[in-house]
Structures are given as structure tokens and as C-alpha cells.
């Protein structure tokens, strides 16, 4: 059967037109980062070789070689470039001792190639270097005005804890009872210094007196544990941040209730209204005993504020991971030598690592109809006391003594008060 040659012109349309619309992604990087380029090409002699029009159909020499010859002439097509690229900086170079632009319109080819295949990926990645290449100014200032010496050496020391040490861990139970897993250990340690992070970038930015409270409260949804021993490092290194180190760490037990009543919501709403005034009294005391520090910092003379100095301490952040490690080492022994013989057992000893896993397996027997609402209360409150217990070591060891008078109080006050709450059950 033959096609009529409108229908035949139809169809080769729909054919092309996904590299149609290729090609025109392909365009648009060009003319996006050149664009900006063009703004800093500048005129006369000294000018740069590559503006605009240059990236542009730079950009579309690496789409059409794509298309045509497939990653071979792509392949070339770059070489072409890379040496146009690198014999126009030789005859520049004593004018232009950069390679930004260079670089730039390498990395153009490469991603007229890519649009081809993902031009999605391509179209976001060519925003990203046109907003790299037009924010120079205010990295540069930042760089070198903004961010200290010491600040660089921790960004440093995080990524290499985060993307060099941390893949190379082994992820499985070791050691002493195989409660010890150094993968899950090292990820204790990256969130302490990620947190401590956080605490110093929200006091750059808000000042000790409000920085510190704030990134508490919000750092406890992350670990409420991890956040008491990060706001006593900052006690160490500062003793003049004490008030508002102790309204974030205690603030950051607000969290762990909020999302006690969030799992608990999830798994079984039955034992989320029986512990509701338990939790309800243990958030409220938490908000006035946190309150009563974050006035005391708001009260402080804002000379006193830090203006720079390391975001955290790695010593301290492994000296966190000792000592919990320390506690699952023992909860393991407890567990070996008692067994799990009752499911408050269960609970407590779980509590000292997470007191949300330990209530969302309690609430699980409920939802399953095991276990009665009521009877549920114990052995999650018991998590919930371990896992307080954990924060007054760390309080403890983490502060200093002055830091652990003012923060293990308060955590004792939120424990007893949602024991307290337990009693009136509705």
C-alpha cells in the first residue's frame, strides 16, 4: 500500500522532531552561557575569543556530532575544540591569564552532546554553570572576604569524613556482641559535625542570642542526641554561648516528642491518644524550660557574640560516637544476659540508641491487636527515659559541668513530666 506523501511528510516530522527539539536545548545552552560570557568578553584587542555566538554554535557542533557519528565524532569534535580552545589562550596569555572561559566553552560541546540524549540533565547542568560563571564577584568576595581559614579547613575535614571515609566503612554488626556498626557509627559523627555546622552558620547569620535556640529546635528532628553534644562543644569552645547552647539543646527535645506523636500517628492512632497527655506534658515542659534559657540569651549584650572561630571539633565528634558507642556495647550486654524476656526490657534497651524505634515496635503490637493501648504506655516511656538517660552522658561528657548543671535538669523535668502525664490517661 502506498502513503500519500502528505501523510509520509507528517510522519517523518514526528520522527525528527525529538531531535528538533534536541538541537534547539542544545542552542539554548549556548546562548545561555555565552550570554554571560559575552558580558565579561570585553573589546579591542584584549578581548576574549569566545562570546555569544562562539558558544552557541559550539554548543550545536557538539549536538549535530552526536547525532551524526554518535560518541566517535563527538569524541573528535571536542578535540577540535579543546585545541582551537587551547591555542587561542596562548596567543591571550599574557592579557587573560584565566581559563574560566576556556573551560566554559569545553564543557559547552560536551553538553550540546548531552542534550541530545538527556536534555533535561544538559539544560540543568548549563543553568548551573551560567549562574557559576555570573556569580564570580560575590564568590570571590565571599572566599576571600567571608569565610575564614579555619572555615575552610572544616568544610575540608567534613567532606573528606563524608565522601572519603564514610563509603569505605564496612556496613555490618562488629565487635562486642555485634552491637557495633562502623558505617552507622561514622554516620553519628558527620551528623554531629553537620549539626554543629548548622549551629554555627545560623549564629553568622541571626547572632548567638537567636542562632543558637533555633538551630536547636530545628537540628532535634535530625538527633535530639547528636544536637545536646554539639551544642556542648560549642560550650567548650565558647563559654559565653551558655544560655543559648542550653535553650537549643533542651529546645531539641521538643522534637523527639513531636515525632514520637508523629510515628505513633502513622502506626496506631489508638496509642497516640493514650499517651497523649504523657506527651503533651513532656513537650510543655520542654518549651518553658527551653523558653527560660532562650530569654536569658535573648537578655545578653550583643557585643559578646562570636564573630568566627572552627564550626565544630571533630574530637568531639568522635568522642560523641565513643561514648554512644559505649552505651550499645552495654545494651547488648544487658540484652545477652537477660534476654528479652519482656517487652519493656525490649524497649528500654533499644531506647538507649533510639526511642522512636523502640515506640514504633511497641505500637506495632498494638496496631496488630498483641498488645492493649494501655499496656503500651510503659515500655515506650521506658524508651524514652533510656534514651534521656543517653543524653545526660552526653550532656555530662560532652559540656563541661556548668553546660550539664543547666541542660540534665531540664531533661529530667521532660521525662518526669510525661511519667507524670502517664497517670492520666484518658
Not at 134 to 144: E, I, K, N
Not at 153 to 166: E, H
Request: contains cysteine; charged residues 10%; hydrophobic residues 55%.
Amino acid at each position: 500500500m502506498r502513503i500519500p506523501p502528505i501523510l509520509q511528510s507528517t510522519e517523518e516530522i514526528a520522527i525528527t522532531e525529538p531531535a528538533i527539539l534536541n538541537l534547539v536545548v542544545a542552542l539554548g545552552i549556548g546562548l545561555l552561557i555565552g550570554a554571560e560570557r559575552e558580558r565579561r568578553k570585553g573589546e579591542g584587542p584584549a578581548r576574549s575569543p569566545a562570546g555569544i555566538r562562539t558558544f552557541a554554535v559550539t554548543s550545536l557542533v557538539g549536538a549535530i556530532s552526536f547525532i551524526v557519528g554518535s560518541e566517535a565524532l563527538l569524541a573528535v569534535a571536542a578535540a577540535g575544540v579543546i585545541m582551537l580552545t587551547a591555542i587561542a589562550y596562548w596567543r591571550g596569555r599574557n592579557d587573560d591569564p584565566g581559563l574560566t572561559t576556556e573551560i566554559a566553552l569545553i564543557l559547552t560541546v560536551l553538553l550540546g552532546g548531552l542534550s541530545t540524549q538527556q536534555p533535561a540533565l544538559a539544560g540543568g547542568l548549563a543553568v548551573t554553570v551560567a549562574v557559576l560563571l555570573a556569580s564570580r564577584t560575590r564568590l570571590h568576595r565571599f572566599v576571600r572576604s567571608v569565610l575564614t581559614e579555619e572555615e575552610l579547613n572544616d568544610i575540608l575535614i567534613f567532606a573528606g569524613a563524608t565522601l572519603v571515609v564514610l563509603p569505605l566503612l564496612p556496613d555490618r554488626p562488629m565487635g562486642p556482641y555485634g552491637a557495633l556498626n562502623p558505617h552507622s557509627i561514622w554516620i553519628l559523627v558527620v551528623l554531629v559535625m553537620a549539626i554543629s555546622g548548622a549551629g554555627y552558620i545560623a549564629v553568622r547569620i541571626l547572632g548567638t542570642r537567636f542562632g543558637l535556640p533555633i538551630a536547636g529546635l530545628a537540628s532535634g528532628f535530625i538527633s535530639s542526641t547528636a544536637t545536646i553534644a554539639a551544642m556542648g562543644a560549642r560550650v567548650k569552645a565558647t563559654a559565653d554561648v551558655m544560655a543559648p547552647a542550653v535553650a537549643g539543646a533542651v529546645l531539641s527535645t521538643i522534637a523527639t516528642i513531636a515525632q514520637m506523636a508523629i510515628v505513633l500517628s502513622a502506626t496506631s492512632w489508638s496509642t497516640l491518644r493514650t499517651l497523649s497527655i504523657s506527651l503533651a506534658s513532656a513537650g510543655l515542659m520542654a518549651v518553658i524550660y527551653g523558653a527560660i534559657f532562650t530569654i536569658r540569651a535573648l537578655r545578653q549584650e550583643a557585643g559578646g557574640e562570636e564573630k568566627g572561630g572552627r564550626a565544630f571539633n571533630p574530637a568531639t565528634a568522635l568522642a560523641f560516637a565513643l561514648t554512644l558507642s559505649c552505651i550499645m556495647v552495654a545494651a547488648a550486654a544487658l540484652q545477652e544476659c537477660f534476654g528479652e524476656n519482656g517487652i519493656i526490657l525490649a524497649a528500654a534497651l533499644a531506647g538507649f540508641v533510639d526511642t522512636h524505634s523502640a515506640a514504633i515496635s511497641v505500637a506495632s503490637l498494638v496496631a496488630s491487636g498483641k498488645m492493649t493501648a494501655a499496656d503500651a504506655v510503659p515500655p515506650i516511656l521506658a524508651g524514652l527515659s533510656t534514651n534521656t538517660i543517653s543524653k545526660l552522658v552526653l550532656a555530662g561528657t560532652g559540656g563541661g559541668l556548668s553546660f550539664a548543671l543547666r541542660v540534665i535538669p531540664g531533661l529530667i523535668l521532660v521525662m518526669l513530666a510525661a511519667w507524670a502525664g502517664a497517670l492520666y490517661t484518658p
